[in-house]
């Protein structure tokens, strides 16, 4: 409750961050009682005032309908205002906007455009989310050595999906030499970063004695666990 009084009082003060601040503990109801219109004012405020971070949250609010009428077109427009303050954040919530049509046009090119935008900023699920776009051709020419790239600069921020993603790369052998041994490694690291989909994969190496020595009590260890993460697809093998 300190920590919101002193956030308000910055943001009284003129300080957009202590705007922002104070809207994500009303948002989040930190040491307070949750209040989505007490956080939509501050985020309104906090985003006139110049901050990014204040304008995506602020869609993110449009685009849920929290507090406030559902409206895409305005989220959309809010995704936009803080991309173009440089919020990674802003620039990848704006590219899903295109590739899925949400408030604006459907239009595949500008969400690669924005996705390679949040990843040269250092967003992780940009880098996977234009990785996909490579793997796939979508938005953008088909290039596996490219989405190979981009899923390996993703795991190396952290993303487990990204090193989920470059496990399989390694096991298929697509955009880089097919390294089993790799695979693993990079599978297991994504499985202990707590990806669902990595750890079944992970069960199938070790069923089918892949890149390691077979050991079906491991593959059904992994099952269980992926199972318990909620993979359904786990559950049944």
Same mark, same amino acid.
């Given at each position: 409750?300190?920590?919101?009084?002193?956030?308000?009082?910055?943001?009284?003060?003129g300080n957009a961050n202590g705007c922002d601040n104070a809207g994500l503990?009303?948002? $989040?109801?930190?040491?307070i009682q949750k209040d989505y219109n007490k956080a939509l004012a501050l985020f309104q405020k906090?985003?006139?005032? *110049?901050?990014?971070? *204040?304008?995506?949250?602020?869609?993110?609010?449009?685009?849920?309908?929290? *507090?406030?009428?559902?409206?895409? $077109?305005?989220?959309? %427009?809010?995704? %936009?205002?803080s991309c173009n303050m440089n919020d990674p954040k802003g620039c990848f919530d704006l590219a899903i906007a295109y590739d899925d049509g949400i408030g604006v046009n459907k239009d595949y090119t500008k969400g690669a455009t924005f996705a390679k935008k949040?990843?040269?900023?250092?967003f992780a699920k940009g880098c996977d989310g234009l990785a996909f776009m490579y793997a796939e051709g979508i938005g953008v020419k088909k290039d596996s050595t490219k989405a190979f790239e981009l899923y390996k600069k993703s795991c190396e921020m952290g993303s487990a999906d990204g090193c989920g993603n470059l496990g399989i790369d390694y096991a298929e052998g697509n955009g880089v030499q097919k390294d089993s041994k790799k695979a693993i490694f990079y599978l297991n690291k994504s499985c202990q970063m707590g990806s669902s989909k990595s750890c079944y994969n992970l069960g199938l190496m070790y069923a089918n004695g892949i890149g390691i020595k077979k050991d079906s009590?491991?593959?059904?260890?992994?099952?269980?666990?992926?199972?318990?993460?909620g993979y359904t697809k786990a559950c049944s093998s």
């Amino acid at each position: 409750a300190e920590a919101i009084t002193y956030f308000e009082k910055a943001c009284n003060m003129g300080n957009a961050n202590g705007c922002d601040n104070a809207g994500l503990a009303y948002a $989040k109801g930190n040491g307070i009682q949750k209040d989505y219109n007490k956080a939509l004012a501050l985020f309104q405020k906090a985003c006139s005032m *110049g901050n990014p971070d *204040g304008c995506d949250r602020l869609g993110v609010f449009y685009a849920k309908g929290m *507090g406030i009428k559902q409206n895409n $077109k305005k989220a959309a %427009e809010y995704f %936009e205002k803080s991309c173009n303050m440089n919020d990674p954040k802003g620039c990848f919530d704006l590219a899903i906007a295109y590739d899925d049509g949400i408030g604006v046009n459907k239009d595949y090119t500008k969400g690669a455009t924005f996705a390679k935008k949040a990843c040269d900023m250092g967003f992780a699920k940009g880098c996977d989310g234009l990785a996909f776009m490579y793997a796939e051709g979508i938005g953008v020419k088909k290039d596996s050595t490219k989405a190979f790239e981009l899923y390996k600069k993703s795991c190396e921020m952290g993303s487990a999906d990204g090193c989920g993603n470059l496990g399989i790369d390694y096991a298929e052998g697509n955009g880089v030499q097919k390294d089993s041994k790799k695979a693993i490694f990079y599978l297991n690291k994504s499985c202990q970063m707590g990806s669902s989909k990595s750890c079944y994969n992970l069960g199938l190496m070790y069923a089918n004695g892949i890149g390691i020595k077979k050991d079906s009590e491991k593959a059904k260890e992994l099952y269980k666990k992926a199972c318990k993460m909620g993979y359904t697809k786990a559950c049944s093998s």
